[in-house]
């Protein structure tokens, strides 16, 4: 899920952004260290924004730099265990597909699926089923669900697992429509 987090640091501005606007130079060095960092509590920070200066700068004798206590607002993702994407397959392979969720892709297992057996088809690069003739492939659209989430350091290491055995899961054509009755009882 997104989310805009409020976030306190304390910062040291160089001696060569000291002619840059100050909010300017927050900014900067706030965008370099944060963005695009896994950070187990906030996720991946995608954006940082709305720089603030909490005090005044103080400099420590022999230490060229100024220090500031400044916030920001940034904008964070972090996939959260049960919670349901809209996800595209990205690659299909023997073990099942990868799905991107947000900036992240995770795997869905063979396994996790359906509740039907899906078998590797190596000639279309698709992943199918024989009874109810449902195949999976790249490119294709569906709802998925996180089952486990690793957050590492960098998106690389970072493992996320994902399933489409509950009810209503999968690609929408593999959602059954409830049955409307009609007025009289009739279906």
Same mark, same amino acid.
């Given at each position: 899920?997104?989310?805009?987090?409020?976030? +306190?640091? !304390? /910062?040291?501005?160089?001696?060569?952004?000291?002619? @840059?606007?100050?909010?300017?130079?927050? %900014? #900067?060095?706030?965008?370099?260290?944060? +963005?695009? !960092? /896994?950070?187990?509590?906030?996720?991946?920070?995608? @954006?940082?924004?709305?720089?603030?200066? %909490? #005090?005044?700068?103080?400099?420590?004798?022999?230490?060229?730099?100024?220090?500031?206590?400044?916030?920001?607002?940034?904008?964070?993702?972090?996939?959260?265990?049960?919670?349901?994407?809209?996800?595209?397959?990205?690659?299909?392979?023997?073990?099942?597909?990868?799905?991107?969720?947000?900036?992240?892709?995770?795997?869905?297992?063979?396994?996790?699926?359906?509740?039907?057996?899906?078998?590797?088809?190596?000639?279309?690069?698709?992943?199918?089923?024989?009874?109810?003739?449902?195949?999976?492939?790249?490119?294709?659209?569906?709802?998925?669900?996180?089952?486990?989430?690793?957050?590492?350091?960098?998106?690389?290491?970072?493992?996320?697992?994902?399933?489409?055995?509950?009810?209503?899961?999968?690609?929408?054509?593999?959602?059954?429509?409830?049955?409307?009755?009609?007025?009289?009882?009739?279906?």
């Amino acid at each position: 899920m997104y989310y805009i987090k409020t976030l +306190e640091d !304390r /910062i040291c501005i160089p001696p060569s952004l000291f002619g @840059s606007k100050l909010t300017d130079a927050v %900014l #900067s060095i706030l965008r370099e260290r944060y +963005e695009g !960092r /896994i950070y187990k509590d906030l996720g991946i920070v995608l @954006s940082v924004n709305e720089p603030e200066i %909490l #005090s005044d700068g103080v400099v420590i004798p022999g230490d060229s730099g100024a220090y500031y206590t400044v916030g920001c607002q940034a904008l964070t993702f972090i996939p959260l265990v049960n919670e349901v994407f809209r996800a595209d397959i990205k690659e299909i392979v023997e073990f099942g597909a990868f799905a991107s969720i947000g900036p992240f892709q995770g795997l869905l297992h063979i396994s996790q699926i359906d509740r039907e057996k899906f078998y590797y088809d190596k000639k279309n690069k698709s992943l199918g089923s024989k009874a109810l003739k449902r195949t999976l492939k790249k490119g294709d659209e569906a709802l998925v669900k996180v089952s486990t989430v690793s957050l590492k350091s960098t998106s690389s290491d970072t493992k996320i697992g994902l399933t489409m055995r509950p009810d209503g899961l999968g690609r929408p054509d593999w959602i059954e429509k409830p049955v409307v009755k009609k007025k009289g009882g009739k279906k």
